[in-house]
């Protein structure tokens, strides 16, 4: 099987009905340069400054325009949304849907010819910041423009364009985006819905039953995916996922009642049936048979302003934790005295710096000329943007004690909120496969033909192998163009840099040895692939921070120097843990408990039970 097989069999990627954020438009950042993908050159030990440094700027009259969506919006989020509410009722009220569509916050990457905002990924990753003070309202824009109607802009004719866009710009009608299915999670491939082609061939048969739909019960226009017969160029038959653009008024369009959630609790989440559904043939989006093209598009061109969204979020908790912890008192002092308490909110300022700094970055590259791949990018901005928000909750509501607990409070809707965020836009084990076997497919096609030299016992190459690892174990002097006169560093954060250069060099060397150790049976080493990824994402994470951090220096931003602190902190420590994770991929390294742990799952879920003796049992 070829990796690209290899590859779409591990990452059919699947989210529960919405996404956090959405790419393209035609407003662009006023640098210039093209732009290529970053991330896959760090598995060849790489790294490809002209795409991260320096870290993107936008113009003074793109900031202005900025500006002069975020202060109305800001106003209308913190004085008019009453999120308690719209958690307790379930549902977002009228008004305030109607207050959202005003703001042109229904369009926010719609082109403007088709009556939307047009904003770049930059601007949208901003007012993303905003948005997300409340998660049912993030959650049902999200569902609305970053997949409902993003295919549409992603591979819809002009036709098709002129017909929907604008009412849906302007929310006068809502999308809603349908693949999952209730026996078809992540593995899209498997959906069942099925489209049949009418015998004069003018319109679509379809029927299907789609689970975990958001806005389901509210939309209009529906991106639905479905099993369609397709005739291959060989003449053979198959089965193939084909997209269409449908409306509720085509018939045989119901929806259940709406889920009772954990979280988003105001977004409506519902399943939609599809009962022989008549779909003109001019509704197929993009090619028959091509759907699981479009999906994985869809998907993957938005994910990044996760970052900027919880960043967002964090900020505000950030302010009322501090609130709290510099005026509450206990052993005659403020929380805020107490060394645990400091850490927590060092812990909190450094997860939202890095995401911040990875979400901007990245929506700097999208905005770059070439539409570039920035999938893998993307995918870890929404992976370390996750996680990292579900641990700054808890640790704010350590913080608050008893007062984090109770419903009268945000905090613990803010925890019900976030969780979803780990789940959604594909899973964060499943993104994990995508963004190692993605890279390892990259590294691959450039060095097979040196690992199969490797194979063969090429004495040439096998020599040359032995002496750089040779010159590796007694202690290599790296260079990778970060530091120096030229480098493209501040001075302040040189030392960071130089951890990072070590770790992308002896990460490539890794790759190498992964590849030959496993070929293309690695499709099936998860434990392996999980490793990488977190590598990556730390290298990632590094870079962003050392960017961003450099930029504040030079130009003399406020706080610049707290970004010096945050930025070689979390260097330190993913240095660290990239050093132990890099151990861990050796074949007989000590730290790697990999068939020890498969072999305690096994035995667990053999009995499908916890298997060890009661502490107070005896024997006979």
């Not at 009259?61 to 989020?77: H, M, R, T």
């Not at 954990?262 to 091509?290: A, D, K, M, Y």
Request: with cysteine.
């Amino acid at each position: 099987m070829s990796w690209c097989g290899l590859l779409r069999r591990a990452v059919a990627t699947r989210p529960c009905g919405a996404l956090m954020a959405a790419a393209g438009s035609p407003r662009r950042l006023s640098a210039s340069r093209t732009s290529r993908a970053f991330a896959k050159e760090l598995f060849l030990g790489t790294i490809a400054k002209k795409e991260v440094f320096p870290f993107p700027e936008v113009s003074q009259d793109e900031l202005n325009e900025i500006n002069q969506f975020v202060g109305p919006i800001e106003k209308f989020f913190t004085e008019e949304v009453d999120s308690q509410k719209i958690d307790q009722e379930g549902k977002i009220p009228k008004e305030t849907l109607e207050k959202l569509k005003r703001l042109g916050l229904f369009g926010m990457q719609v082109p403007e010819e088709y009556g939307g905002l047009g904003l770049s990924n930059t601007m949208y990753a901003r007012l993303g910041e905003i948005v997300s003070l409340d998660g049912s309202i993030a959650v049902t824009l999200a569902a609305h423009q970053a997949i409902g109607l993003k295919g549409l802009i992603l591979a819809g004719t002009e036709e098709q364009k002129a017909k929907y866009l604008p009412k849906l710009a302007s929310g006068e009608h809502i999308a809603a985006f349908c693949l999952t299915e209730p026996a078809s999670g992540s593995d899209a491939a498997s959906i069942q819905a099925r489209a049949v082609l009418s015998e004069d061939k003018k319109y679509y048969l379809l029927s299907g039953s789609k689970v975990w739909i958001t806005n389901g019960g509210l939309a209009h226009i529906f991106t639905v995916f479905a099993k369609t017969t397709v005739v291959d160029s060989d003449s053979s038959v198959k089965d193939k996922i084909t997209a269409f653009i449908v409306e509720r008024d085509f018939g045989g369009v119901t929806n259940g009642k709406p889920e009772d959630k954990l979280g988003i609790c105001g977004s409506n989440t519902c399943e939609v049936h599809f009962e022989n559904t008549r779909v003109p043939v001019e509704n197929v989006l993009g090619e028959v048979g091509g759907g699981f093209k479009v999906a994985m598009n869809v998907l993957n061109s938005g994910r990044f302003s996760m970052g900027s969204a919880v960043a967002g979020m964090l900020k505000k908790l950030i302010e009322m934790t501090a609130e709290y912890a510099c005026t509450r008192k206990q052993f005659n002092r403020n929380l805020s005295e107490f060394g645990l308490i400091q850490e927590k909110f060092a812990l909190m300022a450094q997860k939202a710096y890095v995401m911040e700094s990875m979400a901007y970055l990245t929506a700097g590259m999208l905005d770059q000329p070439g539409s570039p791949d920035c999938s893998i990018e993307a995918a870890m901005v929404k992976v370390f943007s996750s996680e990292g928000a579900w641990q700054c909750v808890s640790e704010a509501l350590q913080i608050l004690g008893g007062t984090g607990y109770m419903k009268g409070y945000p905090y613990e809707r803010m925890l019900r909120d976030s969780r979803i965020l780990l789940i959604f836009e594909g899973t964060n084990e499943i993104l994990r496969m995508y963004i190692a076997l993605t890279g390892l497919q990259h590294a691959g096609h450039i060095l097979t033909a040196r690992i199969n030299e490797l194979k063969r016992g090429n004495v040439t190459t096998v020599l040359e192998t032995i002496g750089r690892r040779l010159r590796d174990s007694l202690g290599r002097t790296l260079d990778l163009g970060l530091t120096g006169k030229l480098g493209a560093v501040h001075p302040s954060v040189a030392d960071s840099a130089r951890k990072l250069e070590e770790n992308v060099y002896y990460f490539g060397r890794t790759v190498e040895t992964l590849l030959l150790r496993f070929g293309k049976t690695i499709v099936e080493e998860q434990m392996v692939l999980k490793r990488v990824a977190n590598i990556l994402i730390n290298l990632y994470g590094m870079t962003a921070v050392l960017s961003r951090a450099s930029r504040s220096m030079r130009v003399g931003l406020r706080n610049h120097d707290h970004e010096v602190l945050l930025a070689n902190i979390f260097c330190a420590e993913a240095y660290s843990q990239n050093l132990f994770t890099l151990s861990q991929l050796d074949k007989y390294s000590p730290e790697n408990l990999d068939e020890q742990i498969k072999k305690v799952s096994q035995q667990v879920l053999e009995r499908r039970a916890y298997i060890c003796a009661h502490p107070l049992d005896q024997t006979s």
